[in-house]
């Protein structure tokens, strides 16, 4: 059994029932296969880089759970088939990663304070 992170991109106009419900899936199908969910994370409506879908918004949920392989392949192919789930991504989480997703921004922002410059080389 293995550590998951799904990161769920849904249509913009889905009610939050129905997005309860997506989630909720998701749960069933990973206990059903003698997975365990971890948590849930709701980020919200966020602007997409490029259009889905003549959408330019979407709902992002990331979701941790620990699963095997056989249980992982099923919520993909499940994801796939709900028109209501424009993208989601799944990716196997380190023992050595942080406990909790980082921001990006916030990574770059404290590794470049952190930094010290080489001195120039003589010659």
């Not at 009610?15 to 971890?38: N, P």
């Not at 990331?62 to 056989?70: K, P, R, Y």
């Not at 010290?116 to 080389?121: H, I, N, R, S």
């Amino acid at each position: 059994m293995h550590d998951y992170e799904l990161l769920l991109l849904l249509d913009p106009d889905l009610a939050d029932e129905r997005q309860a419900t997506i989630v909720g899936g998701v749960r069933a199908l990973v206990e059903k296969g003698g997975g365990h969910f971890g948590s849930h994370d709701p980020w919200g409506r966020r602007k997409l880089a490029y259009p889905i879908d003549k959408k330019d918004d979407g709902i992002y949920h990331l979701i941790a759970f620990s699963a095997d392989a056989e249980t992982l392949d099923e919520v993909s192919r499940v994801l796939k088939l709900d028109d209501d789930v424009m993208r989601h991504l799944a990716t196997r989480r380190l023992e050595a990663g942080p406990g909790r997703p980082m921001a990006a921004a916030a990574a770059i922002g404290d590794d470049a304070g952190s930094r010290t410059a080489d001195p120039p080389e003589e010659e």
